[in-house]
């Protein structure tokens, strides 16, 4: 069993930052992607950025250049900068990761969620 534990969520103003953090615990060997994705209401669910083992990034385009995602892999955590908010940005966040659970098995595992609101 894996969990994911999420927190940095909140109420901001647009253009104002919020940092998420997601830690997983748990009986993995390791985690190869780790990242954030989003649904807002009424929508469905989006990649805004993961990380891969090995550090490379994918960002959605609307998240490229006012996110950053960063990775402690020693720590089973993940981070997302999110900068430069906008209403538009208003949704569920959940933390994702691709953990190894057996020689032979990968599974994908899912945060609870955490709210980002962002007022204009």
């Known amino acids: 069993q894996v969990q994911l534990v999420e927190s940095g969520g909140g109420l901001v103003q647009a253009g104002g930052s919020l940092r998420l953090s997601c830690t997983a615990s748990?009986?993995?060997?390791?985690?190869?992607?780790m990242g954030w994705y989003r649904q807002a209401p009424g929508k469905e669910r989006e990649l805004v950025a993961d990380?891969?083992?090995?550090?490379?990034?994918n960002y959605a385009d609307s998240a490229k250049g006012r996110f950053t995602i960063s990775r402690d892999i020693a720590k089973n955590t993940v981070w997302l900068q999110m900068n430069g908010l906008k209403p538009e940005d208003t949704a569920v966040y959940s933390c994702?990761?691709?953990?190894?659970?057996?020689?032979?098995?990968?599974?994908?595992?899912w945060g609870q969620g955490t709210q980002v609101t962002v007022s204009s």
């Open positions: 990380m891969s083992l090995g550090g490379s990034t």
């Open positions: 748990g009986n993995f060997f390791r985690i190869f992607d």
């Open positions: 994702s990761a691709r953990c190894q659970i057996s020689i032979s098995e990968l599974r994908q595992y």
